[in-house]
């Protein structure tokens, strides 16, 4: 399959431990993000990666979310000292082209559901 | 702060029915999407408008950009029950960001 993936799909955690979810693209793709949705609702954005770059990250909700793609292929969002509130659906998406010209279609992953308990 | 209300929040309706959701902003949009996502699945682009008034048809589903880019809408024929999903609008918002839609739930009953 060449769709993005995303793993874990399902992380339980306890309150103050760190996490790491993984996103790996589809191949060649240039743009990768980051989103969080809750149920029923519309994904929120995070951070937006061109290449291993990271050129926004304004929707970070705070310092204890960071987020790397050091070889511009494979991405982590990282959440540290989780707490209860964090929990949510994180989605990534990737697409072909670079940042918001009209024909770049994003192809949304799985998505991991993290809980904190 | 841009941002994107769709209406309704819920649909529920008979399959063969027609429906209508709407998407509106204060702001003006280069563009607009829309995607559909099923349970458990990842939204998937149904189409993009780029113009102030276009109308683009995919089989019964007809989406319309507003004049002066401030809002959509997503036109059903003829509902069937795989038309079942929430339909999200979105935007671009800035260089590199999107913006989502507070989403309409679509349930069609056979």
């Known amino acids: 399959g060449a769709g993005v993936s995303q793993s874990p799909r399902y992380k339980v955690t306890k309150r103050g431990q760190d996490v790491a979810l993984r996103c790996d693209p589809i191949?060649?793709?240039?743009?990768l993000y980051w989103y969080r949705q809750a149920l029923g609702q519309g994904p929120e954005f995070l951070t937006y990666?061109?290449?291993?770059?990271?050129?926004?990250k304004s929707g970070l909700p705070n310092d204890r979310f960071s987020a790397e793609r050091p070889e511009g292929s494979i991405s982590t969002l990282t959440i540290q000292r989780t707490e209860q509130r964090d929990s949510a659906m994180y989605r990534c998406?990737?697409?072909?082209?670079?940042?918001?010209?009209?024909?770049?279609?994003?192809?949304f992953g799985p998505g991991t559901r993290l809980t904190v308990l | 702060t841009q941002l994107l209300e769709q209406s309704p929040q819920f649909l529920s309706i008979q399959e063969g029915e027609n429906l209508t959701v709407y998407c509106n902003s204060s702001?003006?949009?280069?563009?607009l999407q829309w995607y559909r996502q099923e349970p458990g699945e990842g939204p998937v682009l149904l189409v993009t408008?780029?113009?102030?008034?276009e109308v683009k048809k995919l089989k019964r589903l007809t989406f319309q950009f507003g004049d002066a880019r401030k809002d959509s809408s997503l036109h059903i024929t003829a509902a069937q029950t795989g038309d079942t999903g929430l339909y999200l609008c979105?935007?671009?918002?800035?260089?590199?960001?999107?913006?989502f839609g507070t989403g309409t739930r679509l349930k069609v009953l056979a």
């Open positions: 998406a990737s697409s072909l082209g670079q940042g918001r010209y009209a024909g770049s279609t994003q192809y």
């Open positions: 191949s060649g793709h240039v743009s």
């Open positions: 990666f061109n290449y291993e770059a990271q050129q926004d």
């Open positions: 702001s003006v949009f280069s563009s």
């Open positions: 408008v780029v113009t102030g008034g």
């Open positions: 979105a935007g671009p918002s800035g260089t590199y960001k999107y913006i």
